[in-house]
């Protein structure tokens, strides 16, 4: 059964960092094209950053480009979010999701209904 199961999230003061995780299973390794959204407590789900299957490509919102960065372990395929210079606008539930293939040239990456596999989410708190 397909499966992304993100962890790594949790309370942090401003300017602290995190790393999160998102493990797949289940899917085929060939479409693992991963995107990082992250939804706040009465606001829209949006797009964090975004890795494609080779790990070649990554794509970023401005809001945290500089901040953040999206990586993934060749042999696992997990991916991560490595989270620096938190702030408390990142408080948020983070979920991982998988892109649905086939993977065009010409895409979206922060298109919610483009993916099809949704991890539970996990939940990041950036307070003093």
């Known amino acids: 059964q397909p499966q992304l199961m993100e962890s790594g999230g949790g309370s942090v003061q401003p300017g602290g960092s995190l790393r999160l995780s998102c493990a797949a299973s289940?899917?085929?390794?060939?479409?693992?094209?991963i995107g990082w959204f992250r939804q706040a407590p009465g606001k829209e789900r949006e797009g964090v950053a975004s890795?494609?299957?080779?790990?070649?490509?990554?794509y970023y919102a401005d809001s945290i480009k500089d901040r953040f960065t999206i990586s993934r372990d060749g042999a696992s395929g997990t991916v991560f979010l490595q989270m620096n210079s938190l702030k408390p606008e990142d408080t948020a539930t983070y979920y991982c999701?998988?892109?649905?293939?086939?993977?065009?040239?010409?895409?979206?990456?922060?298109?919610?209904?483009?993916?099809?596999?949704w991890g539970q989410g996990t939940k990041v708190t950036v307070s003093s």
């Open positions: 289940g899917l085929d390794p060939n479409y693992l094209f």
């Open positions: 999701a998988r892109r649905r293939p086939p993977y065009t040239r010409s895409f979206v990456w922060t298109t919610l209904a483009d993916y099809d596999y």
């Open positions: 890795i494609t299957t080779s790990g070649r490509n990554a």
